[in-house]
């Protein structure tokens, strides 16, 4: 008679069958420690739960589509509100989302989960701007279209490589941020489960690469298409390259507003831009001065246009004498000069974050500051060149 391997004990043939199949070890062990194992099983999951119930955010259901702006959204929350203050006197500006997507509209059954992984990180890369470095991936046992991702932050110093010895390379700018995420794919239920988690909103990698004239061409000849389409398009004709989601749809943003307004509000997301602080008042209302910021320079490809109908010297030096003729209270003029040092740190900016809807009203006013540059030339040289003692009204700095 054969002798159990977990309770040493000798038994019949009989007692050693478990589901229609015979083991070394008796049916009651078998039942003993499988009832074992459930009952810990639930006890660690019971400890879990309570330690993650109160940090546990709550689920949001969107479609894909919807993503980018959700993303979005949440960043702009968290840099727009107060954040607690952290033990090194930064705030704490953490991303945490849990999103259910749904990918009814977006999948035909024929996708792998690896492309639809693809979809929903340039699709969110597209909102905050950051590269997500792919980590590894789970493949179900049951079910191969069921498989899990995780990718990490590309400036976390979790993802930081060795270089080698002498290598010239630039190296990224590392931040202790521990961005990670993770998403669960379900082909056969079409959904996806998406966790993200960014511990600190630090800068984004730097961008200094244009797309090419043939990605141009091609962005141009599809406008009709969605984002997750447009870059499939791209990609099949080996026009995509290192291009980033946000650097493609910048312009197809902007030929869009050109050609078919009616298709950027389905597709457009408002950028996340860092929150620029007022200006400091004193006692008395007045506002404090802050450091001169120089005008941005605008792209080599959108020249700025000069004012129409340039006027004579003759009403120049007419313009000249009515502006000197009048009295102006000094910190009015300090106040109006602040502002404008605020605005230009604003454009800079958008300008940063590759945002041009500003564009024609930037243009717009520094055409009227090339205007008033010209203006306060001509005041000096007709001041330089008059032998008369009466002072100047006005004093330009």
Same mark, same amino acid.
């Given at each position: 008679? %054969?002798?159990?391997? &977990?309770?040493?004990?000798?038994? @019949?043939?009989?007692?050693?069958?478990?589901? !229609?199949k015979k083991w070394k070890t008796c049916q009651s062990c078998i039942e003993q420690r499988a009832l074992k194992k459930q009952k810990t099983k639930r006890k660690r999951d019971d400890e879990v739960v309570e330690e993650e119930e109160p940090t546990r955010v709550s689920l949001r259901t969107v479609g894909l589509m919807e993503l980018s702006n959700l993303v979005a959204s949440e960043m702009r929350a968290i840099l727009h509100n107060p954040q607690p203050i952290g033990p090194d006197g930064a705030p704490?500006?953490?991303? !945490?989302? *849990?999103?259910?997507? !749904?990918?009814? &509209?977006? /999948?035909? #059954? &024929? +996708?792998? $989960?690896? +492309?639809v992984a693809r979809w929903i990180v340039e699709e969110i890369e597209r909102a905050d701007e950051y590269n997500w470095t792919y980590n590894c991936m789970n493949t179900s046992m049951r079910h191969k279209d069921v498989a899990k991702f995780y990718y990490v932050c590309s400036q976390s110093v979790v993802a930081m490589k060795e270089y080698k010895e002498g290598s010239n390379r630039k190296r990224m700018e590392r931040f202790p941020c521990q961005g990670k995420m993770q998403m669960k794919i379900d082909m056969p239920a079409a959904e996806a489960m998406l966790e993200i988690h960014h511990g600190m909103l630090h800068n984004r990698p730097v961008i200094t690469s244009e797309i090419s004239e043939e990605c141009r061409k091609e962005i141009e000849e599809n406008l009709?298409? !969605? @984002?997750?389409?447009? *870059?499939q398009l791209l990609r099949a004709k080996n026009v995509m390259k290192n291009y980033t989601p946000k650097q493609i749809h910048t312009y197809w943003e902007r030929i869009a507003n050109l050609k078919c307004p009616e298709l950027v509000p389905q597709y457009s997301v408002t950028p996340v831009v860092?929150?620029?602080?007022?200006? $400091?008042?004193?006692?008395? #209302?007045? =506002?404090?001065?802050? @450091?001169? /910021? %120089? =005008? @941005?320079?605008?792209?080599p490809s959108m020249p700025i246009p000069m004012v129409p109908n340039t006027p004579s010297t003759s009403q120049k030096? +007419?313009? /000249? &004498?009515k502006v000197s003729s009048h009295t102006f209270n000094h910190d009015e003029f300090a106040e109006y000069a602040a502002k404008m040092e605020q605005f230009a740190? *604003?454009?800079?900016n958008q300008l940063d974050r590759r945002n041009y809807h500003w564009l024609d009203t930037v243009k717009i006013l520094t055409a009227g500051v090339i205007e008033m540059e010209n203006d306060i030339e001509e005041l000096e040289r007709q001041r330089a060149s008059e032998r008369a003692t009466k002072p100047w009204t006005i004093h330009y700095k």
């Amino acid at each position: 008679m %054969p002798v159990c391997t &977990s309770c040493h004990q000798t038994k @019949p043939d009989e007692a050693f069958f478990h589901k !229609n199949k015979k083991w070394k070890t008796c049916q009651s062990c078998i039942e003993q420690r499988a009832l074992k194992k459930q009952k810990t099983k639930r006890k660690r999951d019971d400890e879990v739960v309570e330690e993650e119930e109160p940090t546990r955010v709550s689920l949001r259901t969107v479609g894909l589509m919807e993503l980018s702006n959700l993303v979005a959204s949440e960043m702009r929350a968290i840099l727009h509100n107060p954040q607690p203050i952290g033990p090194d006197g930064a705030p704490q500006c953490a991303l !945490n989302l *849990r999103v259910a997507l !749904n990918l009814t &509209s977006m /999948i035909n #059954g &024929s +996708e792998h $989960p690896k +492309e639809v992984a693809r979809w929903i990180v340039e699709e969110i890369e597209r909102a905050d701007e950051y590269n997500w470095t792919y980590n590894c991936m789970n493949t179900s046992m049951r079910h191969k279209d069921v498989a899990k991702f995780y990718y990490v932050c590309s400036q976390s110093v979790v993802a930081m490589k060795e270089y080698k010895e002498g290598s010239n390379r630039k190296r990224m700018e590392r931040f202790p941020c521990q961005g990670k995420m993770q998403m669960k794919i379900d082909m056969p239920a079409a959904e996806a489960m998406l966790e993200i988690h960014h511990g600190m909103l630090h800068n984004r990698p730097v961008i200094t690469s244009e797309i090419s004239e043939e990605c141009r061409k091609e962005i141009e000849e599809n406008l009709h298409l !969605n @984002p997750i389409q447009l *870059r499939q398009l791209l990609r099949a004709k080996n026009v995509m390259k290192n291009y980033t989601p946000k650097q493609i749809h910048t312009y197809w943003e902007r030929i869009a507003n050109l050609k078919c307004p009616e298709l950027v509000p389905q597709y457009s997301v408002t950028p996340v831009v860092p929150v620029v602080p007022m200006l $400091p008042t004193t006692v008395d #209302g007045t =506002y404090t001065m802050i @450091p001169t /910021i %120089p =005008y @941005p320079p605008l792209p080599p490809s959108m020249p700025i246009p000069m004012v129409p109908n340039t006027p004579s010297t003759s009403q120049k030096t +007419e313009k /000249i &004498s009515k502006v000197s003729s009048h009295t102006f209270n000094h910190d009015e003029f300090a106040e109006y000069a602040a502002k404008m040092e605020q605005f230009a740190k *604003r454009i800079r900016n958008q300008l940063d974050r590759r945002n041009y809807h500003w564009l024609d009203t930037v243009k717009i006013l520094t055409a009227g500051v090339i205007e008033m540059e010209n203006d306060i030339e001509e005041l000096e040289r007709q001041r330089a060149s008059e032998r008369a003692t009466k002072p100047w009204t006005i004093h330009y700095k």
